[in-house]
């Protein structure tokens, strides 16, 4: 059975044009005017757009299904408009052999969304000694990551980096010196001596970057930086980019969206990690996503069951909820033209990710059918009550953003319609 996307205007690489969208088989059948199918899914006034993909989700599973469930997440992943997400490995346990990898693929496979696991660099994301990635790898990994934690050993990343490039994967860094962020729960400055609360200083993100950049130039292996959050990091990042080393990186929503400000409220909603920063880096992030210093938005949704997130500043864990909302926060708060948004969203991750030919568009006959409609002018309010995530660790309540995802269709079919949840896969 076919379906129509109806009188939208289609947004990739490739420009933008008023096209309806047929859908057939898993597979864009048709692109251009007056296209008819067996369903019609209304596009008016909306963008069509390659479906987003996620280069930082945390699922949860295996391990703490309280706060998330695979199938839960893939849930919240398409209300966001994403098609695809790629799973972090500091789950329970960690994602750092054949087995793991295995599991998390299994169960991801029913869900609404496709989900790609990424692999710990070292063995329990210890930073001790490296995981077989040669293995994981084999089952389809791209990027490894011992997210949640930096690798400290300078020697260890530089034996990881040579055997990643080795095996043709991406190296994810979690940019943070654990002696320097050791025992903070937010950013060191002016708030955090205002509040009493102990912090992190931007440095603690800036050398590893820094450190990183170094090695990636010695031994010629490409570094992505995960949710880059200060001023330094990505100026660093644009000179090491401009000087030809392969580097990418991505800035997670929150980081263009929250400063340090927030954590006044000593609501642990607001504690995440790297932590929020003053007004000047988060200003620092848009530019770097304006100008392709930073390559890709990423939500970082860090899912926690409100027994744990419900507890004093300094005792709850960091993290905060993102998929759900990444598109609208984008578009509201970027002051960027939507074809950047959506670029930020989709093929520019989906490059990073590796998944360029089957997400992140181009629109065109015989590609896979992983798409988003979205209206970029509806206006509505946050409310962390209506979320298909497990948890409710949202900081937006409240908020009043632009931008809504519609219809989210993945591998052909109509996961997402009208908002409402409704397919699963076979
Ligand atoms: O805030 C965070 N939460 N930062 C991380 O690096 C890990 C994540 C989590 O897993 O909750």
Known sequence: MSAVLKGGLVVDQNGERAADVVVDGGRIAAVGPDLSGDVVLDAAGCVVAPGFVDLHTHLRQPGAEEAETIETGSWA?????FSAVVAMPNTSPPIDCAAVVQEVLALGRPGPCDVYASGAITVGRKGERLAPMAEM???GVRLFTDDGNGVQDAGLMRRAMEYAAGLGVLLAQHCEVDSLAAGGHMHEGEWSSRLGIPGVP??????????DIALSRFTGAPVHFQHLSTRGAIAMVRAARGAGLPITAEAATHHFTLTDEACASYDPVFKVNPPLRPDDD???VCDGLADGAVDAIATDHAPHAPEAKDAPFDEAPPGMLGL???????LTELDLPVAQVVGLLSWRPAAIAGLQGIHGGPIAPGAPANLCVFDPHETWTVDPADSASRSRNNPYAGRRVRGRVRHTIVGGKAVLIDQEMRELRP
Do not use: D
């Open 77 to 81: 992943a398409v209300r966001g408009g």
């Open 137 to 139: 790898a084999a089952l």
């Open 202 to 211: 931007a440095e603690a993100e800036e050398l590893m970057v820094m450190r």
């Open 282 to 284: 988060r200003a620092a």
């Open 324 to 330: 759900e909302t990444a598109l609208a926060l984008a």
